[in-house]
Every structure is written in structure tokens, then in C-alpha cells.
């Protein structure tokens, strides 16, 4: 269910909306909660239509839910915040109490803003520790200019 054309775009990404977006999402969320509504009052009161009114109450409730996330304040982060929280932990993480490399491109798994954000950050390459496998330490420390 659509509710504009540019809606699949932010359905499938993390990109955050435009303020004209927000509202015309709200105004969805808004009229498609009031159908549910409907359709719940029905639903109960309609046996012989139940299966119908459910499958169509079941598909609104996920392009709800869809439409929701959104609206996530997330999304509406300034990447540049983003990228001082990563500075921060830019190379270690802790995993069950104990301090792990953490590569940079690690976080590019996340989403594809954050992948564009940590690739365009010449910072985050500068150095780099390469794992040895199982034992979690360092294979090399790459410096530019050493």
C-alpha cells in the first residue's frame, strides 16, 4: 500500500523523510488506523466476512507498522553525529566483556548511509589492525608513513 510516490524509496532504506513527507506518512498512518478500526468492528460483527476483512485489516497493520519505522528519529540523526559516535569507538568494541578490533568497514554493514559516511572518512582508514584468526590480536598495524 502506497502512500505517495516516493514512499517505496523510503520504505527501503534508512534515508530520513522530508518534513512534506512526514506529514503526508502521518496523514496514512493516521487514515489507515482509522480503517483498522473500521474493519476490526466489522470483523466482529461479520463472521461470514471475517477471513476477507482480516487479510485486508493484517495488510494494513504491516504497511502500518512499515510506514511507522519511517518516521524513526534515527533516521533524522545528522550524519556528522554519527560519525563523532564512530570516532569514538573506531577500532575496538567489546564483546562479553572483552575489547575486540573492530574495523571500520564494519560498520558499513549497518545501512548504506553509514557505509557512505564511514568510506568517505579518510580518518577512519588512516590505521588499521588486522585480526589473527582466534586469537583476537593484531596481525598488523598499518601506518601511513612507518
Given at each position: 500500500?502506497?502512500?505517495?510516490?516516493?514512499?517505496?524509496?523510503?520504505?527501503?532504506?534508512?534515508?530520513?523523510?522530508?518534513?512534506?513527507?512526514?506529514?503526508?506518512?502521518?496523514?496514512?498512518?493516521?487514515?489507515?488506523?482509522?480503517?483498522m478500526?473500521?474493519?476490526?468492528?466489522?470483523?466482529n460483527?461479520?463472521?461470514?466476512?471475517?477471513?476477507?476483512?482480516?487479510?485486508?485489516?493484517?495488510?494494513?497493520?504491516?504497511?502500518v507498522?512499515?510506514?511507522?519505522?519511517v518516521?524513526?528519529p534515527?533516521?533524522?540523526?545528522?550524519v556528522?553525529?554519527?560519525?563523532e559516535?564512530?570516532?569514538?569507538?573506531?577500532?575496538?568494541?567489546?564483546?562479553?566483556?572483552?575489547?575486540?578490533?573492530?574495523?571500520?568497514?564494519?560498520?558499513?554493514?549497518?545501512?548504506?548511509?553509514?557505509?557512505?559516511?564511514?568510506?568517505s572518512?579518510?580518518?577512519?582508514w588512516?590505521?588499521?589492525?588486522?585480526?589473527?584468526?582466534?586469537?583476537?590480536?593484531?596481525?598488523?598495524h598499518?601506518?601511513?608513513?612507518?
Amino acid at each position: 500500500m502506497n502512500c505517495f510516490p516516493s514512499c517505496p524509496d523510503l520504505l527501503e532504506s534508512n534515508d530520513a523523510p522530508l518534513d512534506a513527507e512526514i506529514a503526508i506518512i502521518r496523514r496514512y498512518i493516521s487514515e489507515s488506523q482509522s480503517r483498522m478500526a473500521q474493519l476490526k468492528a466489522q470483523i466482529n460483527e461479520l463472521p461470514v466476512e471475517r477471513e476477507q476483512m482480516q487479510s485486508e485489516y493484517d495488510a494494513i497493520a504491516e504497511s502500518v507498522r512499515t510506514h511507522t519505522r519511517v518516521l524513526s528519529p534515527v533516521r533524522r540523526v545528522p550524519v556528522e553525529l554519527w560519525l563523532e559516535i564512530f570516532a569514538s569507538i573506531k577500532g575496538t568494541r567489546r564483546i562479553q566483556g572483552e575489547t575486540r578490533i573492530c574495523p571500520p568497514w564494519s560498520l558499513g554493514f549497518i545501512c548504506r548511509s553509514w557505509r557512505d559516511a564511514v568510506l568517505s572518512t579518510p580518518s577512519f582508514w588512516s590505521s588499521i589492525d588486522l585480526p589473527q584468526p582466534m586469537s583476537g590480536r593484531p596481525l598488523f598495524h598499518i601506518h601511513p608513513g612507518t
